[in-house]
């Protein structure tokens, strides 16, 4: 069974800093693609960063300079470090896997960032 286990989120005031942790387990995270998303209320999803099995990293402009994505294979966990928080950053975010061995993607169930004063 496939599972993407978000954690980190809660609420923060504007310029503070959080940590978002992915823990996937039943996928090969080795070969998979692991990617953050978010959704703002009445908001499309929003795509912010990815990094491939191999730790190249890319992100949207929006968070570019302030959020950091990484993994740690043996621990099949991706990270969000953000920082410099900001009420537009206000959504629940979600982690993406494209196990690219058996070409399928998973989501998790989403962890609500809050930034206000």
């Known amino acids: 069974q496939v599972r993407l286990v978000e954690s980190g989120g809660g609420s923060v005031q504007p310029g503070g800093s959080l940590t978002l942790s992915c823990a996937a387990s039943?996928?090969?995270?080795?070969?998979?693609?692991m990617t953050w998303y978010r959704q703002a209320p009445e908001k499309q999803r929003e795509w912010i960063a990815h990094?491939?099995?191999?730790?190249?990293?890319t992100y949207a402009d929006s968070v570019k300079g302030r959020f950091t994505i990484s993994r740690d294979n043996a621990k099949s966990t991706v990270y969000l470090q953000m920082s410099n928080l900001q009420p537009d950053d206000t959504a629940v975010y979600y982690c993406?896997?494209?196990?690219?061995?058996?070409?399928?993607?998973?989501w998790g169930q989403g962890t609500p960032v809050t930034v206000s004063s």
């Open positions: 993406h896997a494209s196990d690219l061995g058996v070409q399928q993607n998973y």
């Open positions: 039943g996928i090969n995270f080795g070969v998979s693609r």
């Open positions: 990094i491939t099995p191999y730790g190249s990293t």
